[in-house]
């Protein structure tokens, strides 16, 4: 059976430096970050992990070549099963496992984050939809270190306080408590020169340009959905989505209610009082015609049916809503003046009179 000599590779009377060597070397190279998914891999390093557990100490390393057990499982023969106890098994797992465990969460892939970016859009462009541009900033793997956060020419190197396991196991009693290595921060590897445009961090900011669809009927809080283009996945995971959302520009002559569009249209008191036909304008900046009843009051709405705004869902349109706007003139000619006070010496009705019933 091997023993943590042959698993590492150099000869029983090998120095501590050359034990600690040898250790880096097949740690980086069997380091379950450098080979996501590879489970020999995982193998070799934990078993890496417990020889240099074992003769990487000196007072273990006496222990072990004694006869003794400096470390569970191992003995001068090889790995026993028989010698693992329940006072050692605390520190098995903080020592072969606690590493791994405790990077299982970050090695689980993640779905990015969403992002929101705000369009502005004028009331016209709105009701008929065009298409446009939006900028986002978003977090990319940095160009000049490729995301490994070093200096170009230079690499992390295995922490030396943790030894790469990126966490350190506190002895309580009969089990081991791990906690995150607080040189590395549960890295397992430091960054001695980081790189001089992220910092360290491997990812940088980047402004992005995107094309999106506006549907014609977009109004202020419309979401357009761009799949996959939000914030990049963590472990492989998929990218989030980005959500384009309107805010449109209000109008100097139509105001929406929904899909209906509502327009203010002037009439004169002869054509309120007699009725008459009279031109709309339209929001694709059109005319229609329109009818007013004789009679109509101020306020008034009448409704022109397929005029307003475009449907968000399925086809069709709004209406467009008419609302009589009573016209007064400000000033009068003579024989308008005379018109009226002709007229208002003709009318009998008291339009007051409900007031005082």
């Not at 069709?316 to 706007?325: E, F, N």
Request: charged share 30%; proline share 8%.
């Amino acid at each position: 059976m091997k023993t943590p000599y042959d698993i590492l590779g150099v000869s029983k009377s090998a120095s501590q430096d050359e034990i600690k060597k040898a250790y880096r070397k097949l740690a980086r190279e069997f380091h379950p970050d450098r080979n996501p998914g590879d489970a020999t891999a995982e193998e070799r390093f934990k078993e890496v992990q417990g020889a240099y557990d074992t003769v990487g100490d000196d007072e273990k390393r006496k222990a072990y070549d004694s006869g003794g057990n400096g470390f569970p499982g191992f003995g001068p023969g090889g790995f026993n099963p028989g010698d693992v106890n329940l006072g050692d098994f605390g520190d098995l797992l903080g020592g072969l496992f606690g590493r791994r465990a405790a990077q299982q969460p970050r090695q689980r892939p993640q779905r990015g984050a969403d992002f929101e970016v705000p369009v502005r859009l004028s009331f016209e462009d709105a009701l008929r939809g065009i298409e446009t541009k939006v900028a986002v900033e978003v977090d990319a793997s940095c160009r000049t270190c490729h995301g490994s956060g070093a200096e170009p020419g230079t690499a992390p190197t295995l922490c030396p306080v943790c030894n790469g396991r990126g966490v350190l196991a506190e002895s309580q009693g009969l089990f081991a408590i791990s906690q995150p290595c607080p040189r590395c921060r549960g890295n397992g590897t430091v960054i001695e020169q980081p790189c001089r445009t992220c910092r360290g961090s491997g990812m940088e900011r980047r402004t992005r340009r995107y094309s999106v669809k506006i549907p014609a009927g977009a109004k202020t809080g419309t979401k357009i959905r761009l799949k996959g283009k939000g914030a990049p996945g963590e472990a492989g995971g998929p990218h989030g989505d980005l959500y384009v959302v309107t805010e449109v520009e209000p109008s100097k002559r139509f105001h929406r209610w929904g899909n209906d569009l509502v327009v203010d249209v002037p009439v004169t008191y002869p054509e309120a009082a007699l009725g008459a036909t009279v031109e709309v304008p339209t929001p694709e900046g059109g005319r229609v015609s329109l009818k007013v009843p004789a009679g109509a009051h101020d306020g008034k709405l009448l409704r022109l049916r397929g005029q307003g705004a475009p449907m968000l869902t399925g086809s069709g349109k709004g209406d467009l809503l008419a609302r009589v706007k009573l016209a007064v003139p400000a000033k009068l000619s003579k024989k308008e003046r005379e018109a009226l006070e002709a007229m208002q010496k003709a009318s009998h009705d008291d339009p007051r009179e409900e007031l005082f019933d």
